[in-house]
């Protein structure tokens, strides 16, 4: 018999993007080889978000893909999505299976058993991931779950209570892929911040990551305002192996939305931190999640929002439009804006944010910086590009060979949404 094809597709956050990584190497260990989405599977395996309804529409448009790709194939759908709408999922043209987050974790388990009534050895969430990333940076999953009970937000339902990994595991982890050539992992989470495991907290396991592996950068993905602590901030201001950048989600410049939001803080609260931040951590770079179009929202809460971003040191958005989560307290919140408000008001973010980044791109101009060199060159332009360590994309002039090299090069300009620069000379090889 031919060994089995499995093809699998993410949708969302980074967590997801590490647990698909998982998921693969766990299906490589039941048997299966790994093909691209757009190649002929025996399996298609879709891992779903549901945190915005754009995400809904993406997981369901991979469904469908797949299907039109490969009608005879057989079609799994995992995920965020699946915990809320399995129901609906069920009912998509080729989909044989849903599964929900836990269920994740005895992925070649469940797909032999109840797909192909074959018995199967593997053991539960104890395999550490290799990385098959797309970039040179690897994702560390440390935390899953949210305690907390945002009204617009679906998260708590579709991922369950807070929990955190055992240290030692993603020490091991890390060590692993450190071996593979990977300079840099990113830790994730749903609440990076609320790491909590054996009386260690995230600046507990910074630590010791730090004094146990020999990886190369740390990056932090998201982290609530309300757990960068003091204790974290001295911890970063200290220590150079840790990324220079922070994406701290603010989601309104307006008190009024954020109580309505039931979000734990004020402006004036995120202000202080961020400026905090920003006058200690010497070129940092700093991104928020902004939310626009949540019912009630006024012309004048708008304002207060944008005001707000144009005054501070953030330096990039990711811009949300509010869409409904059944089930969420925010649903049945009356003053829903229309789409044609939302979308108007989500132009003027995103270009607000645009000028944001390409401020803060301009102050590097003639200045080293420390890149690391990744695997895929810019579509553009052909050449290569290198991550800073505080989140700059630089095009540089150079081969293959410099893929996963961390150099030193000199800024000429920005391009675009870039800067582009010289080779100065080799950090590491």
Not at 14 to 31: I, P, R, V
Request: proline share 2%; charged share 30%; hydrophobic share 35%.
């Amino acid at each position: 018999m031919s060994q089995r094809k499995v093809a699998l597709y993410t949708v969302g956050c980074k967590l997801n993007q590490y647990e698909t990584e998982w998921m693969g190497e766990s299906l490589e260990k039941a048997g299966f080889k790994r093909v691209g989405f757009s190649e002929q599977a025996d399996l298609y395996i879709i891992n779903t978000c549901t945190v915005t309804a754009q995400s809904d529409y993406s997981s369901r448009q991979a469904v469908y893909r797949a299907f039109r790709r490969s009608p005879d194939s057989k079609i799994a759908v995992v995920g965020c999505y699946s915990e809320v709408e399995a129901d609906l999922l069920n009912r998509l043209p080729g989909v044989i299976l849903v599964l929900g987050n836990e269920e994740k974790k005895r992925i070649g388990e469940v797909i032999l058993e109840r797909l192909y009534g074959e018995k199967s050895n593997l053991k539960e969430e104890k395999t550490l991931i290799t990385g098959r990333f797309k970039h040179t940076r690897a994702l560390v999953k440390i935390q899953d779950g949210c305690n907390e009970s945002c009204s617009y937000c679906i998260v708590p339902r579709a991922r369950g209570n807070e929990k955190s990994r055992d240290a030692r595991e993603i020490i091991e982890e890390i060590k692993g892929l450190r071996d593979k050539g990977f300079k840099e992992v990113v830790l994730t989470g749903v609440h990076i911040g609320k790491y909590s495991q054996d009386g260690m907290n995230l600046t507990a396991l910074l630590k010791k990551i730090l004094s146990e592996t020999q990886v190369e950068r740390i990056r932090l993905s998201s982290t609530e305002p309300k757990e960068l602590g003091e204790g974290l901030i001295r911890f970063l201001v200290e220590e150079k192996r840790i990324c220079r950048h922070l994406h701290l989600p603010l989601q309104a410049g307006s008190n009024e939305i954020l109580t309505r939001m039931r979000r734990n803080y004020t402006v004036e609260e995120y202000r202080d931190l961020i400026y905090d931040v920003s006058n200690r951590i010497e070129n940092v770079t700093l991104g928020a999640d902004v939310m626009v179009g949540f019912p009630g929202e006024s012309e004048e809460d708008f304002e207060k929002t944008c005001g707000f971003i144009l005054s501070s040191p953030l330096s990039y958005l990711h811009v949300f439009s509010y869409s409904v989560r059944r089930g969420t307290s925010a649903s049945e919140m009356r003053d829903k804006l229309t789409p044609q408000v939302i979308h108007k008001r989500s132009e003027i973010l995103h270009q607000i944010g645009k000028e944001k980044w390409e401020k803060h791109l301009e102050r590097f101009t003639g200045k080293k910086m420390e890149i690391l060199v990744e695997g895929t060159k810019d579509k553009k332009t052909g050449r290569l590009i290198g991550l800073t360590d505080n989140y700059i994309r630089i095009l540089i002039d150079g081969d293959e060979g410099l893929k996963n090299k961390i150099l030193i090069v000199n800024i000429v300009k920005r391009e675009g949404k870039f800067l582009t620069g010289e080779i100065q000379r080799f950090q590491h090889v």
